[in-house]
């Protein structure tokens, strides 16, 4: 099993990656990769009125490896969706490498999901074409492009040989295993030199090992192509290996978890992993279910402003002072 530690790249020791980048990004969003700004999503369901995402803000670098997580119904696979050029917000600004979404055609969707994004689904079958050889579906994507075939092939031979599969290009998927799928569809997903790849629980039907070998070329993907990549799963493996996770609640960014490599004064490496809650840009933000849980907070809290920090108290009516816990 590859050491936790050693997969949060480009760390050293002491250093936090994404506190100062996300200051400077929230100055200048524009020059994040990706930029959700009061996101909203609003579905409407016979005569009712479903709300996806609530004002939702994301910033992603360029070249980060991020995984989203978050509660069946949270609001998580609509922002794939969202920005996979798949579905369009009802309000707010989504862009991704410079491209509004919000304000793009079904032509020009299609263009941006050919050549900007690449997707990888949880199921094979979404993935790949059943008649087609591994090579075969490699190159599809650049066939649609109209990429020449001898470029065609060289590029193909080259991606599955990346994804450890240069000797399975003839083989159709019914003839490789779930982890060989997953291999091939990350190929496919890279074939156009996207900017980012999306993927949604890519590891969700795979054993523990194979998901590891998936999570580990993910990895190589990102440090060797610089591939920007966004994970939507419930998988441990992967929320708790990458540099920056990101829970989505009730529509919106509720916290971040950022990790870091430190130094004990033994001299030995670990890994530090610090959870924050997300300030959007009018102020809110959400107190973590069991903090709320663990004090009884209702429907109002007491604030007090102190030099460095601010101080949540339970109401407590009817109680001299505050009455409540630190």
């Known amino acids: 099993m590859t050491d936790p530690i050693s997969d949060i790249v480009d760390l050293q020791p ?30 409407k369901v016979a005569d009712l ?13 360029r070249g980060e490896f991020i995984a989203l997580v978050g509660a069946s119904g949270s609001g ?5 969706n969202i920005l996979g050029g798949l579905d369009v917000p009802s309000a707010g600004r989504a862009t991704v490498a410079g491209h509004h979404l919000g304000e793009m055609d079904a032509k020009e969707r299609t263009s941006y999901r050919r050549r900007v994004i690449g997707f990888v689904w949880q199921q094979s079958a979404r ?7 591994a090579a075969e579906n490699v190159e599809l994507p650049m066939l649609l492009e109209g990429v020449a075939p001898g470029e065609r092939q060289r590029r193909a031979t080259e991606l599955l040989e990346l994804v450890g599969l240069g000797e399975r290009g003839d083989h159709r998927p019914d003839r490789l295993s779930g982890g060989e799928q997953q291999r091939v569809s990350i190929a496919v997903a890279i074939a156009n030199r996207p900017a980012v790849l999306f993927a949604d629980e890519p590891t969700g039907e795979l054993d523990s090992d194979t998901a590891q070998q998936i999570f580990d070329l993910l990895r190589s993907v990102n440090n060797e192509l610089g591939v920007t990549i966004v994970v939507v799963t419930h998988d441990p493996l992967v929320s708790e290996r990458v540099s920056r996770t990101i829970a989505i609640r009730d529509g919106r960014t509720a916290t971040e978890t950022l990790r870091r490599s430190a130094v004990s004064e033994a001299g030995e490496h670990h890994l530090v992993a610090e959870e924050y ?16 849980d663990a004090l009884g907070l209702e429907r ?8 460095d920090h601010i101080t949540v108290w339970p109401d407590r009516d009817g109680e001299d002072g505050f009455g409540g816990a630190r």
């Open 300 to 307: 109002r809290v007491r604030l007090v402003l102190e030099d």
């Open 76 to 80: 998580k696979s609509t922002l794939l």
């Open 49 to 61: 009125e479903v709300v996806a995402l609530q004002g939702l803000d994301l910033l992603v670098e």
């Open 127 to 133: 993935n790949l074409l059943p008649y087609l050889t």
């Open 14 to 43: 002491g250093e936090q990656v994404g506190v100062e980048t996300q200051r400077a990004s929230a100055l200048a969003g524009d020059e994040a990769l990706i930029v959700c700004d009061n996101l909203v999503k609003i579905y």
């Open 277 to 292: 809650a997300v300030l959007d840009r009018v102020g809110r933000l959400q107190l973590p279910r069991d903090y709320v």
